[in-house]
């Protein structure tokens, strides 16, 4: 893991709790979901570094769409809610296949709705999403039902999957390594029934 991945990992371990018992900083928020960054200005202090991430000069705006994009819907996901609704706040970096990535989620999602085709179909619309703010419009939709079914997700990874999803070199990793997450549930529950 090279610096700047781990000052993301950094700045949202301490982020979250921050705002996470602050009903006014996640209504703020929330309102940014599907918009891009710097067109609400009021939730640029909640989402620019400060002096967590010192030298990303040249990523520097990829670096800001991820935290924003992760962010929001972390407070999206975070409304109503009495517990946190981020796993990875601590400062274990845990390997890609024993975290709750947001593949993952949405394939313990897929298991508990009844609803799976709708489950799919949104899960489907996130991997092709051709940018952050696409992406995030479509995310909303599973995190609304992740909520419902009180399953959490892995919000310091996740905006360094969405940091990554912005990198050409990258961008097919990330979707291929939420797809695994995704269908690791239905492995994980065949070996069961088979046992």
Known sequence: MNQTEIDILGFMRGRIPRIYSSKAALACLRRGIGKEIGMMPDLLGF??????ISSYCYQEEQIEKALYTSLTLYAFHQQGMERCMSDGLTDENTAVSHRNSFGY?????????????????RFNQVLTA???TELSVHARGIIGLMKRYNITLDYPHFALDLYHFQQLDWHRRIVLNWGKDYYMKDVESGKEEKE
């Open 130 to 132: 051709k940018d952050l």
């Open 105 to 121: 989620a949405a394939g313990k999602l897929f298991q508990a709705s009844a609803n799976e085709a709708g489950v799919q179909r």
């Open 47 to 52: 989402v620019l570094p400060e002096h967590e």
